[in-house]
Structures are given as C-alpha cells and as structure tokens.
C-alpha cells in the first residue's frame, strides 16, 4: 500500500480506515460500467495500490458526434421580359451565370467534439469542442490527450492535457497553461489518460484534496492537490497487468482514456460510492468500483450506453471527464 507518510491516507482509492486497492496498479478483480449489469468479475482483490473509480448512476449512451459539409455556390439565372401585347420572352439562358464550384484542393480540417452523457436522463447530446471550451487562453480544440475534472473544491479544476506536451488548467472560467513536465514531474511530456478521486470531510480527509492518477506509459504518476492545485505528496510506479482474467492488461497494453465517476459526499464505507473506466488500445472497455471486482467489454461498444441512439464510437475517443454539476460524463474526440 503507498501511504503519504506516517498518519494519511492511502494514496488515490483509499481514505484514512479504509482498504488500499488501485485499478490503475492493482492485481484486482472486476466489475463494470455504471447501467451494465455486470459480467462476473473475477474474485481477486484489487492491487495494494490506492485507485480511483466513479461513483456513477446508471447511464446508457452517449452523443455522437456530427459532421460539417462544404456547401457550393449556385449560379443565378436571368430570366427574360415579357414584350407589352406578345407572348413572354425566352427565359434569357445566356445572361444566368454558371454556378460557382464547391471549393476543393485540401483536406477540411477534423472538427473535435464533446460527447454529453446524462447520468441522469441516460441520453447523449453533442458539440464542437470550440462551443465549449472558450475564453482567453482556451486550449486548442484538437489534439487533446487526456482530462480530468476536479470536483472536489468550491472552484473545480478542468485539466486538458494536450499531444504537444502542455496542460491547461481551467479554474471557474479562467485559464492558464503551462508545459506538463513543469508541474507533474513524475510524468514524462506524454499523458495518454488521467483520472482523479476526490476526498473531503465525508470521507474523514481535511483539507479536501484530489488524487490524479496520470499515464505516461507503461508507467503512472501520482499526485495528490489541493484547492490551488499545490502538490502535496507524489509518487512513479509501473503499470501491472490486472491478475484476474476480466481485468486490464494495464502494463502491457496503453490507454486510450479512463475517467472517473464520483462524489466525494457520496462516500460510504462500506459501500460502492465510485466508478471507474478504463478504454485501452486493445479495444476493449473495463469497470471496476471500489469493490475492485473488474467486468470487460469486448469490444469497448458493446457496453451499454455506447449502443444508445447518438452514441460515439468509444475508440476515436482520446478523453474523458465526469462533472457532479449536472451528473454528466463528457467524451472527447475527432
């Protein structure tokens, strides 16, 4: 088990009391996605790592992603007088102009979108990726790597970790980036999924905090921070591959993304009070909970919510985030 120090708590999954299993370096069992009912997982207990997961609802789809057409101009026509006391005049061919030619030449640009499940309503809803994160400073709307969404303080944090090497840092409406090396050293430039799990009062942890758990193959970065997004504790350890036959091959295969669905006021111990879900580049989708029992999806569009009307492909996605502000787990991709 990876403690802080003498007297905290176990790193990411595990409060102050409770076990100490984490899915991302855990040799655990399995469960599954929030509305699935869940193959059986298998019957061992996660890894001694602390982890994260989502407290999540049941849900069903999420939204797809649309598409944009290059639209052509069209040519006016001229249509020719009538002569006073004769028949109308020959609609006059010559004077109309040709329509204007659709442009061509390039590739048009890959629109990314966000993908909106309710948790709530089960029923996905779509939008450009440049329709939601606005304002100065805004990342790029493309080329994202990875998310995670902070939750847990009275301002929450959006993390958008990008393909070039920098974050950005939403806080309340204001951003700001910085490369990745300069604040999660234990991390390489590269995060190909993140995931955080939160800790408040409820859960016997003051100050709340946030543990992120990020991934720079084959290893994970943890990081422990507070409402100023303030390193308190960090550590590096390898990925493992899950022992049980339902789990992820975490060491082996890299993610696509994970994301997390909790509420820190929604702890209980015992009790299930988080989710989380795994995407790798396996193609496959896994879920475990803090029973640590894990559930596979294969291929990652057979689990439920990805057969929903308006539901995206689960691998072109590169990212995902849970909000409690409106229970909805949002998707990222091309």
Known sequence: MMLFGAGSCALVLTACGETTDHPIVSNG???????DAGSGGSTNGGSTNGGSANGGSSSAGWPNGGSSSGGAASGGTTNGGATAGGS????????GGAGASGGSGGTPPVVWKLHRFSLTTNTWQTFPLDQIWTGAGAPPPRDVSATTNLDVFSTPMLIVFTTSGEYYLRRGSVWSHASITSKFNRNSSSIEAAYSTPWNAKS???????????????????????SNLNITDSTVQPLKDDASLAGPP????????YTVVANADDYVSPGIWLEIYEVLENGNLYHTDNSFQWTRYAPASTFSIFQLSGAPNPNSLTAAYYE???????????
Do not use: C
């Open 204 to 226: 016997g942890t003051t100050p709340s905090k946030e543990d992120l758990t990020l991934t720079s193959f084959p290893n994970v970065g943890i990081y422990s921070v507070d």
């Open 29 to 35: 069992g399995s469960a599954g996605f929030a509305g």
């Open 88 to 95: 109308g005049g020959a609609a006059g061919s010559a004077a």
């Open 250 to 257: 975490q060491g082996s295969v890299a993610p696509k993304f």
């Open 324 to 334: 409690v502000a409106g229970n909805v787990v949002n998707f990222i991709g091309p």
